[in-house]
């Protein structure tokens, strides 16, 4: 028996583990990847049970891309996943069948027509929106020219960007106990989050994303909450986000670091520039400190019950 594997290249650390991606240098090639991801994730929304905020629909960062992860389907199920290192859609059904989509320059309506193709060779049917949500406009997938760039260089970059913003967000969420998203790619904005929740309702949200119904928000912030992220946008390379809904008094004006970090009165966020992590002595400290900095800013003035909802995730360690 032969096997083949792909050329590997050593594992990074430190600051070497970061890369630079400039957003002005791939911006065709995000807003392509964007729609891609957009088809894809809908495959969850239109298979999936709904789960609480529509955590059922995201992708989740892999150690080849992003994926959906398992998707039922009648008796079965199958999963999608796009690998930045082969660069391919992979399709796989629990019937046996698997497919791929290359990942390359082509036009939104081409790689929606062979994903569709490649659902129908496994017997997978799927019934969703053939139009994306929260951009505008709203080109229908089967008649988008416009978006047609793919940078293979640039989108491996931007999957280890999510790479190290997915491992460092990862930690973040073992230091709560209480209700918590995972760490997940939300396709309708493009941005990888993490969201901690108090255990309180929340006023009903007022909506107004773009091509996206105002009860698609209303379910998604029902609950009080403190979010935070990562997406390609905001900086030259990106930015780290953190907000919290709704937005209690005094939380604006909470210190929080590392040195870079601001509240953007613009975007009702604080913001932190993905090259000042990058370029930072030890980005894995640069970003914790935002994260939980952040995080304080919603807890300490939201009035949340902090020592019944953390926890030291190192707390068993002893026992081992």
Same mark, same amino acid.
């Given at each position: 028996?032969?096997?083949?594997?792909?050329?590997?290249?050593?594992?990074?650390s430190?600051?070497a $583990?970061?890369?630079?991606?400039?957003?002005?240098?791939?911006?065709?090639?995000?807003?392509?990847?964007?729609?891609?991801?957009?088809?894809?994730?809908k495959?969850?929304?239109?298979h /999936?049970?709904?789960?609480? *905020?529509?955590?059922?629909?995201?992708?989740?960062v892999?150690?080849? +891309?992003l994926?959906?992860g398992?998707v039922?389907?009648?008796?079965?199920m199958?999963?999608?996943e796009?690998?930045?290192?082969?660069?391919?859609?992979?399709?796989?059904s629990?019937?046996g069948?698997?497919?791929?989509?290359?990942l @390359?320059?082509k036009s939104? @309506?081409?790689?929606?027509?062979?994903?569709?193709? /490649?659902?129908?060779a496994?017997?997978i049917?799927?019934?969703?929106?053939?139009?994306?949500n929260?951009?505008? %406009?709203?080109?229908?997938?089967?008649?988008?020219?416009?978006?047609? @760039?793919?940078d293979?260089? /640039?989108? *491996?970059?931007?999957?280890?960007?999510?790479l190290?913003?997915?491992?460092?967000?990862?930690?973040?969420? /073992? *230091?709560?106990?209480? #209700?918590?998203s995972?760490?997940?790619?939300?396709?309708?904005a493009?941005?990888?989050a993490?969201?901690?929740?108090?255990?309180?309702? $929340?006023?009903?949200?007022? +909506?107004? @994303?773009?091509?996206?119904?105002?009860?698609?928000?209303?379910?998604?912030?029902?609950? &009080?909450?403190s979010?935070? +992220?990562f997406?390609?946008?905001?900086?030259?390379?990106?930015?780290?986000?953190?907000? $919290?809904?709704?937005?209690?008094?005094g939380?604006?004006?909470?210190?929080?670091?590392? #040195?870079?970090?601001?509240y953007?009165?613009?975007?009702?966020?604080?913001?932190? %520039?993905?090259?000042?992590?990058?370029?930072? %002595?030890?980005?894995?400290?640069?970003?914790?400190?935002?994260? !939980?900095?952040?995080? &304080?800013?919603a807890?300490? !003035? +939201?009035?949340?019950?902090?020592?019944?909802?953390?926890?030291? %995730?190192?707390?068993?360690?002893?026992?081992?």
């Amino acid at each position: 028996m032969s096997t083949h594997h792909s050329p590997t290249r050593p594992a990074a650390s430190g600051r070497a $583990a970061w890369p630079s991606l400039q957003v002005a240098d791939w911006t065709a090639t995000r807003d392509t990847l964007h729609m891609w991801t957009q088809i894809v994730g809908k495959l969850r929304l239109a298979h /999936a049970p709904l789960l609480n *905020h529509w955590w059922q629909v995201t992708l989740h960062v892999t150690p080849r +891309g992003l994926a959906t992860g398992p998707v039922p389907y009648r008796s079965g199920m199958f999963d999608a996943e796009f690998d930045f290192v082969d660069h391919q859609l992979r399709i796989r059904s629990s019937e046996g069948g698997d497919r791929s989509v290359a990942l @390359a320059p082509k036009s939104v @309506a081409a790689f929606y027509a062979e994903t569709m193709e /490649a659902l129908d060779a496994l017997g997978i049917g799927a019934v969703f929106q053939r139009r994306p949500n929260e951009v505008d %406009p709203s080109i229908p997938f089967a008649e988008d020219e416009q978006h047609a @760039a793919y940078d293979a260089e /640039a989108a *491996h970059l931007f999957w280890r960007q999510l790479l190290q913003a997915d491992r460092v967000m990862g930690q973040f969420r /073992a *230091h709560f106990t209480g #209700k918590a998203s995972p760490v997940h790619f939300f396709w309708g904005a493009m941005d990888l989050a993490c969201t901690r929740f108090s255990g309180r309702s $929340a006023p009903p949200h007022p +909506g107004g @994303a773009p091509n996206c119904g105002d009860w698609v928000m209303v379910e998604g912030y029902s609950r &009080e909450l403190s979010s935070c +992220g990562f997406w390609p946008g905001g900086g030259e390379e990106g930015a780290f986000y953190s907000y $919290a809904y709704p937005e209690p008094e005094g939380f604006a004006d909470h210190p929080v670091g590392p #040195k870079g970090a601001y509240y953007s009165t613009e975007n009702g966020q604080f913001l932190l %520039p993905y090259e000042t992590v990058r370029t930072a %002595p030890e980005p894995d400290r640069a970003l914790t400190e935002f994260l !939980h900095t952040t995080y &304080e800013a919603a807890a300490e !003035h +939201g009035g949340w019950e902090r020592a019944q909802l953390e926890d030291d %995730p190192r707390r068993w360690r002893r026992t081992q």
